[in-house]
């Protein structure tokens, strides 16, 4: 993460946006180490708003089960990281409504971290990589560094925007650090770094527009934070243009989408619901939000099409020129006489401002004019991403060949000696009209290639979720369960959060093979699985570990709730009978459980009590639960 003295100087000057009143208090409170849950929850009530909104959210997160009704279980349920998180992010919006920076849309700033928050809670909901609300924050606050340069530099951040393309991120990126020797990525991450957000969701939030300067490990959890957050980024921006500009966004996002393992109808049915949701937390946070056609309309609505002229295609034309008589005559020839769509600029600078806004495919200019003339504009066309793509014609009164050729090194693609004709003005144009012609081919072609490899990352992604799975039941194997309770540990160490694990094993399989057979075990397990995955709790973890045994990962559960659930699941694999061919076969399991404890040193010592206990269990008889606690075994009920 980078230290530069732009950031210090931010911290001093106290101008970035920061929590206020009972928000404040919460982060204060959650520094303290002798805090508990019951003193953030008795400052949350203070503020009625605020508890409403985390009742709100902690009954979403649950995903069903028994409703939230007070602040103290809200609090209890999502876990005082969370809580701290989500007081942030609630205060933010409702101080930062509006603002002094011209050109920059609060609300549709609001708008779009809204539904990148929303997004990423999601995608961890899917796909595993973390608690769901630490990575709505992580959404929430994707680009809280564009909100703070805009509050600690109005004016020349207003500026910035003016001449920069908002949806390239990287040039804006690269305007901010010029002008103001800081961009908003770098500052976010500092931001999050002071408000005590973990480097797991740091590191995303500062590299998700270049995932590669990251250097994060390949399969790592950071990548996949980071690139879920690029996909959740993507998203957002689909819900803030209008229908003709979604069309060109599908491409990039179903290529980010197949580097997170979801096609075209997988990000369909993620973005889809997903949008009701956005409308529902909108009304809550008095943000705005807006009505989309379903993800499968988006992505097979046809590209727009350009009214056709006896020269070929309607070109967006912008002209620029300083003389008036001079801009009123080519503007009406190119208008009556050669049918385009015209706009009129008298200066470089009012034309550049323009140009952002509606994307000429033409820009014909005039060479001398003051503030800025058509070389300057030329160049900061030139160095836009989307201003590369421009076709530049220079208009001048007598230019000489070394002028000429300085006009094309700076990046203009023909030009025209005033007076302009009318004949000439249309053969240029046709030129500037094959050239726009080519380059709309090679967008689409671009775009097909962008869905290949979409196809292809899909692919790629869905052989590496095979490696992870245990083929028979369709459950996470041993590797994944693995992975997966180191990810657990890591959240309960850093969240003080109770984590419990449970080691079921099939009782008496090798019976059960010997008497029916590999089909008959196979049966056996399978019936296991499912009745596991379906008693269990939403957010429990369930995994096959080895030919009989399981693995449930219980995060945020004491170990009381976890024996608790144990025995339900113990008791639902009693009532199963198996069909083996014509006959029925009766299965039951012995279940261990151990929950992290202050003596429990990392995630291995967790399995080996789970184990203890497992065996505990075993020799007891079979068809029971045992817990270990204070490194002593307990049994429960047969």
């Known amino acids: 993460m980078s230290s530069l003295p732009a950031i210090d100087e931010l911290r001093l000057s106290g101008v970035l946006p920061s929590p206020k009143g009972v928000a404040l208090a919460v982060m204060e409170l959650c520094q303290d180490e002798t805090a508990t849950l019951d003193d953030v929850a008795r400052v949350v ?17 649950s995903m069903g089960g028994r409703p939230v009704v007070s602040v103290g279980e809200a609090v209890r349920r999502l876990g005082l990281g969370p809580v701290k998180q ?77 001449a920069t393309d908002l949806r390239d991120a990287s040039a804006l990126a690269a305007a901010e650090r010029l002008r103001l020797q800081i961009d908003h990525n770098q500052l976010a991450a500092a931001m ?32 996949q934070i980071c690139e879920s957050l690029r996909l959740a980024v993507c998203i957002a921006d689909l819900g803030q243009v209008d229908e003709s500009a979604r069309h060109a966004l599908v491409p990039d996002l179903m290529c980010v989408a197949g580097r997170v393992g979801l096609d075209e109808e997988e990000l369909g049915e993620l973005l889809d619901p997903l949008i009701g949701q956005w409308h529902e937390w909108g009304e809550i946070l008095n943000v705005p939000t807006h009505q989309l056609p379903s993800f499968a309309q988006i992505a097979s609505a046809p590209p727009p099409r350009a009214e056709v002229t006896a020269d070929g295609a309607s070109l967006r034309i912008l002209l620029v020129d300083d003389d008036e008589s001079s801009r009123e005559l080519i503007g009406k020839m190119l208008v009556d006489s050669c049918g385009h769509e015209v706009q009129l600029a008298a200066d470089g600078r009012s034309a550049l401002a323009m140009a952002v806004d509606s994307r000429p495919q033409v820009v014909i200019t005039d060479w001398l004019m003051p503030a800025m003339d058509g070389l300057e504009l030329t160049r900061a066309l030139r160095a836009t991403e989307w201003g590369q793509v421009i076709y530049v014609v220079m208009l001048t009164g007598a230019g000489t060949e070394a002028q000429v050729e300085a006009a094309f090194t700076e990046g203009v ?25 080519l380059h709309d081919e090679w967008e689409r072609d671009r775009a097909q290639l962008k869905r290949i490899a979409s196809e292809l990352a899909v692919s790629n ?34 969240g003080d959060q109770p984590l419990s694990l449970m080691m079921v094993d099939v009782d008496r399989f090798k019976a059960i093979n010997d008497a029916h057979g590999h089909a008959g075990g196979d049966a056996a397990l399978t019936a296991v699985a499912t009745t596991l995955r379906a008693e269990a709790r939403k957010d429990d973890w369930v995994c096959r570990v080895g030919g009989e045994e399981f693995l449930v990962i219980c995060p945020n559960t004491p170990l009381p709730a976890a024996a608790r659930t144990a025995e339900r699941l113990r008791l639902a694999v009693r009532k ?42 075993k020799h007891a008889g079979r068809n029971r639960c045992c817990l270990v606690r204070g490194g002593k075994t307990h049994l429960g009920p047969a």
């Open 86 to 162: 989500l007081s942030l992010g609630f205060s933010l919006v409702d101080q930062y409504g509006e603002g002094a920076c011209e050109g920059f849309d609060y609300q549709a700033f609001w708008s779009h971290s809204l539904l990148a928050g929303l997004a990423m809670q999601r995608l961890a909901r899917n796909n595993g990589m973390g608690p769901p609300d630490d990575l709505f924050a992580c959404g929430l606050f994707s680009r809280i560094g564009r909100l703070a340069l805009a509050t600690a530099y109005p004016e020349a951040y207003a500026e910035i925007l003016a």
């Open 576 to 617: 199963l009978a198996v069909a083996v061919g014509d006959r029925s076969v009766a299965v039951t399991v012995s279940i261990g459980l151990a929950g992290r404890e202050p003596l429990t040193q990392d995630a291995d010592s967790l399995v080996r009590d789970a184990d203890k206990a497992l065996y505990a269990a």
């Open 461 to 494: 992604r869905k052989l590496e979720q095979a490696a992870l799975t245990d083929a028979l039941t369709g459950l996470p194997n041993r590797r994944a369960g693995m992975s997966l309770l180191e990810q657990a540990w890591s959240v309960s160490r850093r």
């Open 192 to 223: 999050l770094a002071d408000w005590g957000f973990p480097p797991a969701l740091i590191d995303p939030v500062e590299y998700h527009e270049a995932i590669d300067s990251g250097r994060f490990d390949a399969g790592s959890r950071g990548l």
């Open 413 to 437: 693609d023909d030009y025209l000696n005033k007076p302009v004709g009318e004949v000439e003005l249309r053969a240029r144009l046709r030129a500037a009209w094959r050239y726009v012609k």
């Open 45 to 61: 009530m203070t503020d009625p708003a605020l508890s409403g909104k985390l009742i709100r959210h902690a009954n979403a997160a």
